[in-house]
């Protein structure tokens, strides 16, 4: 079955530092790739998305780029601040439409000091 | 764009009593429904889908006649906990797919459920 691996966490960094957290997928066919952010005691806000090979998605200064050679979904930014502070989620559901089910990894806390 | 409103956000409860969760689709049709469970160190548990219209589709594990969930129209499904007990204590969260599956999906507020 589909499945989505990043980076557990959690990630301290200091504000201004350069931030990658890892994401890498299985899945069949051709999934759209997601990243979900969580603020504390707050659902999840959809962040950015990419819905196929080599599309890069951003958003807020964060960006993902779908690399279907790699399976990979790695989300970056050059520079955070300590608003970035939360914890991030990789997802993916399966192309086609038919089943919206998405699929998580685990999540990573980031914590940004100032 | 598309919001999903989720009450209440924190519910304390005794135990042995139910509680219900409310997630209203306020400006889109959400025909499906998703519930998850969020664990300590974040990790989120699909529990079930609702249909609007038909019964939901619960994942392996999780008790149908404790979690009860209702889809009866197209812009409300509710979640009940049953007979809670302090370990269904969590964070309860709520999301309806948009349009397509390309399109994301937005998710509730959540619900933080203590039971005492």
């Known amino acids: 079955g589909d499945s989505v691996t990043q980076m557990e966490g959690p990630v301290t960094l200091s504000e201004e530092a350069f931030l990658t957290i890892n994401c890498t997928y299985t899945?069949?066919?051709?999934?759209?790739l997601f990243w979900y952010v969580q603020y504390p005691g707050e659902g999840l806000q959809l962040l950015l998305k990419?819905?196929?090979?080599?599309d890069k998605g951003s958003n807020k200064g964060f960006e993902a780029t779908y690399r279907k050679e790699t399976t990979s979904f790695h989300l970056e930014k050059g520079s955070v601040q300590v608003s970035d502070s939360a914890v991030y989620f990789c997802?993916?559901?399966?192309?086609?439409?038919?089943?919206?089910?998405?699929?998580f990894g685990k999540g990573t806390l980031l914590t940004v000091n100032p | 764009g598309a919001v999903v409103s989720q009450h209440p956000s924190r519910v304390i409860c005794k135990s042995g009593t139910s509680v219900k969760i409310e997630c209203r689709s306020l400006?889109?049709?959400?025909?499906?429904m998703f519930w998850y469970r969020q664990f300590p160190k974040q990790s989120l548990m699909l529990m079930a889908t609702?249909?609007?219209?038909?019964?939901?589709?619960?994942e392996q594990g999780v008790e149908k006649d404790k979690f009860l969930i209702n889809h009866a129209s197209l812009t409300l499904s509710t979640l009940t906990v049953t007979s809670a007990h302090p370990e269904d204590s969590s964070f309860y969260i709520c999301?309806?797919?948009?349009?397509?599956?390309?399109?994301?999906?937005?998710f509730g507020s959540g619900t933080r459920l203590t039971v005492v």
């Open positions: 999301s309806a797919p948009g349009e397509g599956s390309h399109y994301g999906y937005t």
């Open positions: 899945a069949t066919g051709y999934p759209s």
């Open positions: 990419a819905t196929k090979a080599d």
């Open positions: 997802a993916l559901s399966p192309g086609g439409g038919s089943n919206y089910k998405l699929t």
């Open positions: 400006d889109f049709q959400a025909t499906t």
């Open positions: 609702s249909n609007e219209g038909s019964k939901a589709t619960y």
